[in-house]
């Protein structure tokens, strides 16, 4: 545990008060807007004791970095057993009052479910127990009104927008209608994929993401058979694994079919008179029973389940899929006229990236079909964990930039495997590239650049940007990922390529003496 230097207390001192705030003035505005009197000494004792109740809920969750082993978090059981560690709670009740109406019989003392955190079921059953009702009642009110407050009119979005300018250093909100653009790719995101694909993606450039693909997943494969620490039939089902990882690019098939759409959205019935908060109220309910009716079906690990329309990429252990959506499949991570060098810095890493994924702490506890099993030999586990723990002593000892803060090396294991995989992935597939088809006309205007120099520019390039210090504090005690420059850095002085590109010295930052190297 960090201790947070004066200024850090401050910090979070500051922001537990601005919490306070902002529940008291929605409160206060709902209270006027619905004509009930507003009692300050009233709404303000409530508002602590929600504020009370929420930090000791907080303090049984498990800490995020506790939660990577998957099979800890993977206990079947019926339901009939939750009355075990909770007997508060008619359960069965409880799910036929939310599924759909042909879902109610599925749900009975017998039906199977997994119970990810069954200590902290206990304590919540006996923090409810130790706690008056009217706290409880209070915050479930609050977190209705916390859910719906996004979806009302500016009055609130001012409050959230002065909250966030102390948690985030955010000075000014987006435009509404910024917000309201957004709002199709979360809710209809199949819709609003076919959009945004008719609009801005073409196959010239599907068809070149899908070659570096392979080639990444190639230079991954020769990755695990060259290395030292691996036996062969671990090496034979890690290769297996990567040959057997479904590639969702760009956008599904059915955003090409409207009438195919149409039939994805048909419950989903909004009127002319509907209102902002009335339609999104609508569309969550659609999302959740649409999300219960996937019970009714096998697993669909082809399932393409994220708007086309987002700028990110994802790896699902449960699929083994690595998912890039055409959003992210634009300039300036990517384009089919990009140099090569360019090409495979930017996306090509994030490519490998994903890859990686199947393979880091987390991912690497899922086989090619995307079950929890353990598929590893102990002496290559042992191994693993060997190289998996350098990361994390490596990540660990760097100081947040503007804080005192250190990154948690564990919390972000996974995404700095992940990239410093993804990045030796991505440099070997181009190589490659260059050893097949020739070396690439330099840079015009940068032609003192190699282009393998060029490479690693533009993957710094792809990362580069500034936070400010509250943002930076925010990050390191909540985000899985490290600060964009330990990204960078971090990834840059585990590779021998990089201070070779740029003749950095012996024992220099980025040519440290001893390496972290996992793959």
């Keep these: 545990m960090q201790v947070p230097s004066e200024h850090e207390r401050g910090f979070i001192t500051k922001g537990r008060a601005k919490d306070q705030q902002k529940k008291i003035q929605i409160v206060k505005i709902l209270q006027e807007d619905a004509n009930l009197p507003h009692d300050k000494s009233s709404v303000d004792a409530s508002i602590d004791a929600v504020i009370a109740f929420e930090k000791r809920l907080a303090e049984i969750v498990v800490p995020e970095d506790e939660r990577r082993n998957s099979t800890r978090l993977y206990n079947k059981r019926v339901m009939a057993d939750l009355y075990d560690y909770t007997d508060d709670v008619d359960w069965v009740a409880y799910f036929r009052q939310i599924a759909p109406s042909e879902m109610i019989d599925m749900f009975n003392n017998d039906t199977e479910i997994i119970v990810a955190e069954i200590e902290y079921l206990r304590k919540t059953s006996q923090l409810i127990k130790d706690t008056d009702k009217e706290i409880i009642v209070n915050y479930i009110i609050w977190r209705v009104v916390q859910a719906s407050v996004r979806f009302l009119?500016?009055?609130?979005?001012?409050?959230?927008?002065?909250f966030s300018r102390v948690m985030t250093g955010q000075q000014q909100r987006s435009p509404r209608w910024k917000d309201c653009a957004q709002v199709p790719s979360s809710v209809l995101p199949l819709a609003a994929g076919a959009v945004y694909v008719q609009a801005h993606f073409n196959s010239v450039d599907k068809k070149e993401a899908l070659e570096m693909i392979d080639n990444l997943r190639e230079s991954f494969a020769d990755l695990v058979t060259h290395n030292d620490w691996m036996d062969?039939?671990?090496?034979?089902?890690?290769?297996?694994?990567?040959?057997?990882?479904?590639?969702?690019?760009?956008?599904?098939?059915?955003?090409?079919?409207?009438?195919?759409?149409?039939?994805?959205?048909?419950?989903?019935?909004?009127?002319?008179?509907?209102?902002?908060?009335?339609?999104m109220k609508k569309a969550v309910v659609w999302m959740q029973k649409k999300e219960f009716r996937k019970l009714l079906k096998p697993f669909d690990r082809h399932e393409f389940d994220v708007s086309p329309a987002v700028v990110n990429a994802f790896y699902s252990p449960e699929k083994n899929a690595i998912t890039f959506p055409a959003g992210i499949l634009q300039p300036p991570f990517f384009s089919g006229s990009f140099p090569k060098a360019v090409n495979y810095g930017a996306i090509g890493a994030v490519i490998g990236h994903e890859i990686t994924h199947g393979f880091d702490d987390q991912g690497s506890q899922f086989d090619k079909d995307g079950n929890l099993h353990n598929w590893w030999s102990t002496h290559s586990l042992e191994a693993f964990d060997e190289r998996r723990r350098c990361i994390v002593e490596q990540y660990g000892n760097y100081t947040v930039p503007k804080t005192t803060y250190k990154v948690n090396?564990?919390?972000?294991?996974?995404?700095?495997?992940?990239?410093?995989?993804?990045?030796?992935?991505?440099?070997?597939?181009?190589?490659?590239?260059?050893?097949?088809?020739?070396?690439?006309?330099?840079?015009?205007?940068?032609?003192?650049?190699?282009?393998?120099?060029?490479?690693?520019?533009?993957?710094?390039?792809?990362?580069?940007?500034?936070?400010?210090?509250?943002?930076a504090m925010?990050?390191?005690?909540?985000?899985?990922?490290?600060?964009?420059?330990?990204?960078?850095?971090?990834?840059?002085?585990?590779?021998?390529?990089?201070?070779?590109?740029?003749?950095?010295?012996?024992?220099?930052?980025?040519?440290?003496?001893?390496?972290?190297v996992v793959w």
């Design 153 to 162: 009119d500016e009055r609130f979005e001012n409050i959230k927008q002065d």
């Design 409 to 471: 090396g564990k919390l972000t294991q996974g995404e700095n495997i992940a990239d410093n995989g993804g990045v030796k992935e991505a440099l070997k597939a181009y190589k490659k590239y260059v050893a097949t088809k020739g070396e690439e006309a330099r840079l015009p205007g940068l032609q003192h650049y190699t282009n393998i120099q060029i490479f690693f520019l533009s993957y710094a390039h792809f990362w580069c940007g500034q936070k400010k210090e509250a943002a």
């Design 474 to 516: 925010q990050q390191v005690m909540t985000d899985e990922h490290s600060p964009e420059i330990f990204r960078v850095t971090g990834v840059l002085s585990n590779l021998q390529e990089f201070a070779e590109a740029f003749s950095c010295p012996a024992g220099a930052a980025l040519n440290p003496t001893h390496r972290c």
């Design 232 to 279: 062969e039939s671990t090496k034979n089902t890690a290769i297996e694994k990567a040959n057997s990882m479904i590639n969702n690019i760009g956008y599904p098939n059915i955003t090409n079919d409207i009438s195919k759409l149409d039939e994805q959205y048909k419950e989903l019935v909004i009127l002319p008179e509907d209102t902002y908060y009335s339609l």
